[in-house]
């Protein structure tokens, strides 16, 4: 899949729909629109083009959903998007199709700005390069290749060649008070290397299979995947393709990163997330540290911005993502014997640790639930409360 085509499709017993198309292609000037489809004839020619494409019907008519089932059968097509009106039957055709792929409606008529939101995410995601810097592709590689039709590109770690070069503006938000210059060339170093390696190759996103690698080195990565997200290059540590594809859906709908952090205490309504590194953007201050478990340097010791949270999760299967919404009350080096950056949570419900789908969240400081809900259906995924699993 490499590309999303709208696949406009009328019946040829109904008239007055140019407008309508003229509408549509004004708002979707900026990706590839097929001419109208009224018959099976004008389909024949155009099966290829969307057999390797994210497809987004767009239905100027009713009587087309017969159309859009042989593309759906001939193409083996899963998931797409349905663009529907109120007029000519539209919205009959639309919910006939919803019915046999995973796919919402949007409507013409009030929320064309929202669908065009959710097509510029999913181009953002559909078929981007991910490098995953290990000695082996994790084992749920197969799973997010099938959602979103990415490319993996293994990264072995004797391809970090550490360039070490101490750029202080990249650090110029971080205190580096109590830090030794070498090591923090060589932490900055990693950075420079690996930033390389994006740009030279064209990734998108990583995954860090970090404990092998601060073993290899005596130094860890942590620096450097907080300076990935800051640049837009969403990067996961631990290899966890699971956080990394979450983090991937909400900086395609806000542009922004994310946090992934582990589950580290938790007592009645209260939870301790804690990680040892962020990116600088989600935090109002940081400093660099050693890391918890090697003492190896650099990790990232930072304090969250107030407020509240999204804290979300998605199960082995990338088939239930669970989402729970939390005030913060405290954060920073809380305590001396978890990762660095820490964040007490306050949420509405006990015993969390015996529900959460997974060890690893990813947390953002907004309410994301409604956009996630519906670029989650679309890919087949569905969106649980936390607090409903347990009532």
Not at 10 to 24: D, L, R, T
Not at 163 to 180: Q, V
Not at 257 to 266: D, G, T
Request: charged content about 25%; overall charge positive.
């Amino acid at each position: 899949m490499n590309k999303i085509i709208v696949i406009p499709l009328a019946s040829k017993i109904h008239s007055n729909y140019e407008n309508i198309f003229k509408i549509f292609k004004e708002k979707l000037e900026n990706y590839n629109i097929l001419d109208i489809i009224d018959s099976e004839d004008k389909l024949n020619d155009k099966i290829e083009i969307i057999k390797n494409s994210f497809p987004i019907f767009l239905i100027l008519t009713g009587g087309t959903s017969p159309l859009a089932s042989i593309i759906i059968n001939k193409c083996n097509i899963k998931k797409g998007l349905i663009l529907a009106h109120s007029k000519n039957n539209s919205l009959a055709s639309a919910i006939s199709i919803r019915n046999k792929i995973n796919s919402r409606i949007y409507l013409l008529d009030n929320e064309i700005n929202k669908a065009i939101k959710i097509i510029k995410a999913l181009s953002k995601l559909i078929n981007i390069k991910i490098g995953i810097i290990s000695e082996n592709l994790p084992n749920d590689v197969n799973k997010i290749k099938e959602l979103l039709d990415c490319n993996i590109e293994l990264i072995n770690y004797n391809e970090i060649k550490i360039e070490e070069k101490l750029d202080y503006n990249l650090i110029k938000n971080i205190d580096i008070e109590n830090t030794n210059e070498d090591l923090l060339k060589k932490a900055i170093g990693i950075y420079n290397s690996i930033k390389k390696i994006v740009e030279e190759r064209k990734i998108n996103a990583l995954a860090i299979d970090c404990f092998p690698f601060l073993i290899k080195y005596k130094i860890t990565p942590c620096l450097a995947v907080s300076l990935l997200n800051d640049e837009g290059i969403i990067t996961a540590c631990e290899a966890d393709l699971r956080s990394l594809f979450l983090m991937l859906i909400i900086n395609s709908l806000y542009n922004i990163p994310s946090w992934i952090a582990n589950i580290a205490l938790v007592k009645e309504n209260k939870v301790i997330f804690s990680h040892c590194t962020i990116a600088t953007k989600l935090v109002e201050k940081c400093k660099l540290v050693n890391h918890y478990e090697s003492n190896y340097p650099y990790s990232l010791s930072c304090k969250l911005k107030s407020g509240f949270y999204s804290i979300l999760s998605i199960d082995r299967n990338f088939e239930k993502i669970a989402i729970i919404k939390a005030n913060l009350l405290e954060s920073g080096m809380i305590r001396n014997d978890m990762c660095r950056t820490q964040a007490l949570f306050e949420i509405n419900l006990k015993d969390f640790h015996n529900i959460a789908l997974s060890n690893h969240h990813v947390l953002v400081p907004f309410d994301i639930e409604d956009d996630l809900k519906e670029l989650a259906s679309i890919l087949g995924i569905k969106l649980l409360n936390y607090e409903r699993l347990v009532h």
